[in-house]
């Protein structure tokens, strides 16, 4: 009897509270409603996996998710999931939502890994088992801004993400109202401004422009323009003071190898949520060989969903901006992770 063989499955949905509504240019959340896939080895092993919805798609709300990650996970029955790559290629190519594949490739790959006795950090390299991510700050007022900035940078939170792309006035008061909250603790914060796709190519470089001019530590600006608009994105990098990210252009290691060989951006974010470890894992290489920086994002994950990123970050070294914050922004009721954290700084369990 093969104990790596896939004998059974299940999925669930759960809703989990925001701290506090989070605000971006794509609109407004109050709580994420995630789907969990668990995988069962002959051997016992139990992996997990998760999916964070959006209302605002069709595929990607929870019960399309919950539906297409029961499929998914139903194909795996008796599968051996030492054939990793074989089984995150057929994921990929199902033709499935790619956060509903992620989910169920995590789950396979939690439950080979459990089954191997290996770590989340060990299984992707193990450089290390500790990192020190930001925190993201979302589109709302300056009074929540600063408010939200000053919980940050009093947990010790020295990056913050900064949610851009409603407008110039807005964006550039409520960066400062992040400013001025890290600076009111004792640090002035780090910023990355992150536009979701709505900053505009001028907007953009005159955003960043006005903040460094007030004297703001801005290092990053994170998709400013939409994802198939990378003539755009390339105008911002070679006009912008400091250097682009990719995020929404980036959904695949062919994505990364083409924006950053034709220069679109100078960084590329991998989100695991979206690809799945073996892509993500591919990503962090062409990245690498292409020379370009490599950001790692996530979604609306609780500490469950996060801890593939993590290992990830934790397991390769390869990141010079971390964004992985999810579980801090989520309230009470998440599962836990594979990881503890205090403030920005997470540590393997």
């Keep these: 009897m093969n104990p790596f063989a896939v004998t059974g499955f299940s999925v669930e949905r759960r809703v989990i509270p925001l701290k506090v509504p989070f605000i971006t240019a794509l609109g407004r959340k109050d709580s994420s409603e995630n789907v969990f896939v668990s995988l069962r080895l002959r051997g016992g092993a139990l992996g997990r996996g ?20 029961s499929r998914l996970a139903a194909g795996l029955r008796g599968r051996d999931v030492r054939a990793w790559g074989a089984v995150a290629r057929a994921l990929r190519a199902s033709g499935r939502p790619a956060p509903a594949a992620a989910a169920v490739e995590c789950a396979a790959l939690d439950a080979l890994r459990l089954a191997l006795g290996l770590s989340w950090s060990a299984w992707f390299g193990g450089a290390g088992r500790r990192v020190e991510t930001d925190a993201t700050l979302s589109a709302a007022g300056p009074a929540e801004t600063r408010e939200a900035a000053g919980r ?6 020295k990056v913050l ?3 851009v792309g409603s407008g110039y006035a807005p964006d550039l008061e409520r960066c400062l109202a992040a ?7 004792g ?6 401004l992150d536009g979701n796709q709505h900053l505009g190519r001028a907007g953009a ?10 004297g703001l530590r801005v290092t990053l600006i994170e998709q400013p323009v939409p994802a198939d608009d990378l003539a755009g994105l390339a105008w911002v990098s070679r006009r912008a003071p400091v250097p682009v990210a990719a995020d929404e252009s980036v959904q695949s290691p062919e994505d990364a190898r083409r924006v950053l060989e034709s220069g679109a951006a100078a960084v590329v974010n991998v989100k695991l949520a979206k690809m799945g470890p073996a ?15 490599l950001m790692l994002g996530c979604m609306q994950e609780s500490a469950l969903g996060l801890s593939p990123s993590v290992g990830l970050a934790m397991g390769t070294g390869a990141f010079t901006h971390l964004d992985l914050d999810s579980d801090w922004l989520l309230g009470a009721g998440q599962p836990e992770g594979a990881f503890s954290r205090r403030g920005p700084v997470l540590t393997e369990r």
């Design 152 to 157: 940050a940078a009093g947990e010790g939170f």
């Design 279 to 293: 892509a993500a894992a591919e990503t962090v290489a062409v990245a690498r060989a292409a020379g370009g920086g």
């Design 161 to 163: 993400k900064v949610k």
């Design 187 to 192: 640090r002035r914060p780090t910023l990355v």
């Design 50 to 69: 998760e999916a964070s919805g959006a209302v605002v798609t069709a595929a990607l709300k929870p019960a399309r998710l919950a539906a297409d990650c």
């Design 179 to 185: 400013d001025a909250a890290g600076r009111s603790r």
């Design 205 to 214: 470089v005159r955003l960043a422009e006005a903040c460094l001019a007030r």
